[in-house]
């Protein structure tokens, strides 16, 4: 079904390696396993991948160091795979540039259905044939691009999923459970820390002061607004 999605597969341990790696063959997807850094590096910087499943603890290059040096464009989606499973370790993948994070031991169905959701994102949303701009942040929703200042600013497929929402309903209030539910998926809407960290990684990357923010405005404790209200004009 889906062969085109080409996917990495970061993981030193043989046995959890072939595991992985045979769902998603039967999975229909286009993957390749590497069991260090070292290669997951050089397969990264020669080959597009659309998502990467990736261990934390690996040898010579562990995965904070490939999450940190992800530089492709487009960039790839990131599910950390780890055994550790600490909210803290959680936190920090997701804070760092990871779009989910699945502990060891799971099963193939669940594997499946993240890698799905992550995937899914990633598809442009149909009709929507404009730019929004607010303050010198413009968001292009037809080239899905967006710039601060005139520089393309890079974004995740995450990213640019929860950008999406905001913009293309922009000066209205999107709130916690609808946000979660249309970029992360139904099954999330409860996991308000998803939400949290990708709008901290939005503000860094597209607000002049990441604590003062003006294009992706906090609406008390109903959401979330990209620019000022409607009919806000003094903002504007
Ligand atoms: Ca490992």
């Given at each position: 079904?889906?062969?085109s999605?080409?996917?990495?597969?970061?993981?030193?341990?043989p046995?959890l390696r072939q595991?992985?790696?045979?769902?998603l063959?039967?999975?229909?997807y286009?993957?390749v396993?590497?069991?260090?850094?070292?290669?997951?590096?050089?397969?990264?910087?020669?080959e597009?991948?659309d998502?990467?499943l990736l261990?934390?603890?690996?040898?010579f290059?562990?995965?904070?160091?490939?999450?940190?040096?992800?530089?492709?464009?487009?960039?790839p989606?990131v599910?950390v795979?780890?055994?550790r499973g600490?909210?803290?370790?959680?936190v920090?993948?997701l804070d760092s540039?990871a779009?989910?994070?699945?502990?060891?031991?799971?099963?193939?169905?669940e594997?499946?259905a993240?890698?799905r959701a992550v995937?899914?994102r990633?598809?442009?949303?149909?009709?929507?044939?404009?730019?929004?701009?607010?303050?010198?942040?413009?968001v292009?929703l037809?080239?899905?691009?967006a710039?601060?200042?005139?520089e393309?600013?890079?974004?995740?497929?995450t990213?640019?999923?929860?950008?999406?929402?905001?913009?293309e309903?922009?000066?209205?209030t999107?709130?916690h459970?609808?946000?979660l539910?249309r970029?992360w998926?139904p099954?999330?809407v409860?996991?308000?820390?998803y939400?949290?960290?990708?709008i901290?990684r939005?503000?860094?990357?597209?607000?002049?002061?990441?604590?003062?923010?003006?294009?992706?405005?906090?609406?008390?404790?109903?959401?979330?607004?990209?620019?000022?209200?409607?009919?806000?004009?003094?903002?504007?």
């Open positions: 079904m889906n062969d999605d080409r996917l990495l597969l970061v993981e030193d341990d046995g595991a992985i790696l045979s769902a063959v039967q999975g229909g286009n993957a396993a590497v069991p260090d850094g070292i290669q997951a590096a050089q397969r990264l910087r020669s597009m991948f998502l990467i261990d934390l603890g690996l040898p290059v562990d995965g904070w160091e490939i999450l940190a040096q992800l530089e492709a464009q487009p960039l989606s599910i795979i780890s055994a600490s909210e803290g370790e959680k920090r993948a540039g779009d989910d994070y699945l502990t060891k031991p799971f099963g193939a169905d594997l499946l993240r890698i995937l899914r990633v598809r442009p949303s149909p009709g929507t044939q404009q730019s929004v701009r607010c303050g010198d942040v413009v292009d037809t080239a899905r691009v710039s601060r200042g005139g393309e600013v890079r974004l995740t497929p990213e640019w999923a929860l950008l999406t929402e905001l913009a309903h922009a000066g209205a999107m709130e459970r609808t946000l539910a970029v998926g099954e999330y409860g996991d308000r820390q939400l949290r960290t990708f901290q939005l503000r860094r990357k597209l607000e002049r002061d990441p604590a003062n923010p003006t294009v992706i405005i906090t609406v008390g404790r109903h959401g979330y607004r990209f620019g000022p209200m409607i009919g806000d004009a003094a903002q504007t």
